[in-house]
């Protein structure tokens, strides 16, 4: 049923995962019928992987990627936890088929997600995004760095740009005014060229419709 409706065009749904009583429950008989139901087979144990109370990441992703496997296209996770502790008690799984689904649960939530209500995993330990050289620098520098690495091959427009970094880059924080910001710098620092088909020539400014040429060759590819 969660699938079916998940799968609808134009439909966005939010899911509470139970993680901590999944995980006291998992391998109970009793409970069974409820977890195949819940993960939609009954390989649900050996297909889960490892996890324990300090990381249930394996859980929560096993669980995401099955819906996506037949439900909405995109998923994302939020994680609530104890006050005044690293532990988990539950996920918000957000569920969309469109790209601006994402990006405007992502900047909601990056308003209103604070206290014990965050994104997951926001623990060190278990950060997905902890990796490669932008695991060494932090902020905007790492968010530069991501947009060169990621697109030196390319002109393409901001609003695509951006579309794209919330799909990569689905637990950082940055939103659309932050990768507008480290436009700016990269522009200022000559490592792209703005060129201001929707915002004002001779200005600064980067909207949507600009296009952004990370390039230095002749030859440019278009996406």
């Not at 799968?7 to 749904?13: G, I, L, N, V």
């Not at 139901?37 to 144990?45: A, D, K, L, S």
């Not at 209500?117 to 330990?125: L, N, T």
Request: glycine letters at 8%; one cysteine or more; hydrophobic letters at 30%.
């Amino acid at each position: 049923m969660i699938t079916e409706i998940g799968a609808t065009d134009q439909f966005e749904m939010i899911i509470t995962f139970m993680s901590r009583d999944i995980n006291r429950f998992l391998e109970n008989e009793d409970h069974s019928d409820a977890m195949e139901t819940t993960f939609g087979t009954p390989n649900y144990i050996d297909e889960v992987g490892d996890f324990d109370a300090e990381n249930w990441e394996p859980l929560v992703e096993y669980y995401t990627n099955r819906i996506e496997g037949v439900g909405p296209e995109l998923t994302f996770e939020y994680l609530i936890t104890e006050p005044d502790t690293r532990q988990t008690v539950y996920y918000l799984v957000f569920g969309t088929n469109h790209p601006n689904g994402l990006k405007t649960m992502r900047d909601v939530m990056n308003i209103c997600g604070t206290g014990n209500f965050g994104y997951a995993p926001k623990i060190v330990d278990h950060d997905r995004e902890q990796s490669g050289l932008a695991a060494f620098t932090s902020g905007m520098e790492a968010t530069k760095e991501f947009l060169v690495d990621s697109f030196s091959e390319y002109r393409i427009e901001f609003r695509k740009m951006v579309e794209m970094c919330y799909k990569m880059r689905k637990y950082e924080d940055d939103v659309e005014s932050d990768y507008r910001k480290a436009i700016q710098d990269l522009e200022k620092e000559g490592k792209v060229e703005v060129i201001r088909r929707a915002s004002k020539t001779g200005g600064s400014g980067v909207t949507k419709g600009d296009l952004i040429d990370f390039r230095n060759e002749e030859e440019l590819e278009d996406i």
